[in-house]
């Protein structure tokens, strides 16, 4: 009897560390830089005209209080385009919403709608939500162009705690070797995938980034110590941030 009772203890002691570390998680990411990025595909021939478009609504978004960015999407996609909205926390999206909802501004979204629905030059393909897991990291950080990658992982739930352990130290090493690093969670829109994005402001900045882990033993040893049964890569893509003309 005592081995079936330590058994269950055992279990209900590892459902509460891991219910703890959800709710730790969850309560930190509501003081988080949030984003949404809607993925659009132009129609054949009219890329520059859903760039204009682009360029006019993400006017409308930032006076509603996003920071926006217009992302192209390279290698590892079908190049298509992000638009990609940020704010410092739930607080500020709350707001930001809101603000996008109302009367005020109202006619404005209504006169760029009529406008951009009769020629549309692209059509949304997907859209995903997501918190940062550095609580530190406000929308303004963002600003400026750069070059990045993505890698989105699937995470065994049961092994959560363990991923983001091992991502927080992947991403000291290769902020130590000259990358800047983000890790969202995914919300709603997705089916709770992390994302994995590295950040260099060119790709003579990632190049050497690259080959610096090439040679960095702290990188040798992590990879050596991957563990396949805690997350699966699905899909990884590179890409650069726009400046609208």
């Not at 996003?66 to 298509?80: D, F, L, Y």
């Amino acid at each position: 009897m005592a081995p079936i009772i330590n058994k269950r203890m055992r279990i209900m002691k590892i459902k509460t560390i891991a219910l703890g570390f959800a709710l730790s998680l969850t309560s930190a990411l509501s003081f988080a830089e949030m984003i949404e990025v809607y993925t659009w595909k132009a129609f054949p021939g009219k890329s520059a005209e859903m760039i204009n478009t682009f360029t006019k609504a993400k006017g409308i978004h930032e006076e509603a209080g996003a920071s926006v960015e217009i992302i192209q999407r390279m290698t590892g996609s079908t190049q298509e385009v992000d638009y990609v909205m940020r704010w410092d926390d739930a607080t500020a999206w709350g707001a930001s919403m809101d603000a996008a909802n109302s009367p005020k501004m109202a006619a404005k979204w209504q006169s760029f709608l009529a406008k951009a629905n009769l020629n549309p030059s692209g059509e949304m393909v997907g859209s995903v939500s997501g918190t940062n897991l550095d609580g530190s990291k406000k929308a303004s950080d963002f600003d400026g162009s750069r070059v990045y990658g993505a890698w989105v992982w699937k995470v065994a739930p049961e092994k959560s705690a363990d991923f983001v352990a091992r991502v927080m130290t992947s991403k000291k090493i290769h902020e130590s070797l000259g990358a800047r690093v983000e890790v969202y969670a995914e919300g709603v829109g997705g089916t709770g995938n992390m994302h994995y994005v590295m950040f260099w402001d060119s790709y003579s900045d990632w190049a050497e980034s690259v080959n610096k882990m090439s040679s960095s033993k702290e990188w040798a040893a992590q990879q050596a110590n991957r563990d396949s049964s805690v997350a699966t890569l699905m899909a990884s893509h590179r890409g650069q941030t726009m400046v609208p003309q």
